[in-house]
């Protein structure tokens, strides 16, 4: 029921966004690894919103990947994300195979240094290298435009700002809200893995990092006292296996000796075999 237009070479893309802005539209891209849901729903109707076209790009990205990952079971169904682009307001959806990407071995990687060191960047070595290099391509491929990150990978949006300014890219990185289940559970695609018993337990998740935020609030400055409070609360939980709880600097992702101005407070855990991460914001002020 939808007049989007699937399109799956790079040269499209590229003259489909150029012929856009000839005409005097401005561009909207939304990048997406597919399994789309509410929370790629809602970037695509913010892009929607705020251009006058938009294209989705629809990429299970192998360089993000490690070996051992879940490249090979990631959900794809590309039928269905064309639909959910195309209630969201999308104009075209580009979706390339991965020859197209990467015709041949990847010789240049873009790195972005310090920032992904840290949290999801250790347990996930060359993780945001596979980003930063897949967003830099389609950067290149669709030229000015503004470009739509969901906050819930929140690293990610903090590595891809700094990526688009130090290449100077003609791109408005817009990082949007964490769509979440009415129990709190952030809307992830990774959340197809888990079972009815584990899609319970997963809230968990949200209700630690609420803690965690409610002890800053509160005037706990300690960095260790509030990942204290979070761990505490997933661990009642046995379903979910914490693998890391961090409080950092929103701006440097670093974490601070004691808690000072706008943090970001960031857990990952195992729920069965799906990996999954959520973050909230805090605000420390000061005379606490
Ligand atoms: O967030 C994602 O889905 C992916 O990491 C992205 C940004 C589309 C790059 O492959």
Known sequence: VSDVEVIGRIAELTAWAAR???AGRTVGLVPTMGALHDGHAALVARAAAECDVVVTT?????????????????????????AVAAA?????????????????????????SGLTEV????????????????VAKLFAMVGACRAYFGEKDFQQLAVVRRMAADLSFPVVVVGCPTVRAPDGLALSSRNAYLTAEERLAAPVLHRALAAGAEAVAGGERDPAAVVAAISEVVAAEPLVALES????????LRAPG??????????????????????VGAHAGPGS
Do not use: C
């Open 119 to 134: 949290l999801d960047g250790l347990a996930r070595p060359g993780h945001f290298d596979g980003v930063a290099t897949v």
């Open 258 to 279: 004691r808690l000072s101005g706008e943090l970001r407070l960031l857990v990952a855990a195992k729920v069965g075999r799906a990996r999954l991460i959520d973050n």
């Open 88 to 112: 969201g307001g999308a104009t075209v959806v580009f979706a390339p195979a991965v020859e197209e990407m990467y015709p041949g071995e990847v010789a240049t990687t873009v790195r972005v």
């Open 20 to 22: 856009q802005r000839g």
């Open 245 to 252: 709880a961090d409080v950092v600097d929103a701006a440097t």
């Open 58 to 82: 629809v990429f299970v990205n192998p360089l993000q990947f490690a070996a051992g990952e879940d490249l090979a079971a990631y959900p794809r169904d590309l039928d269905r994300d064309v």
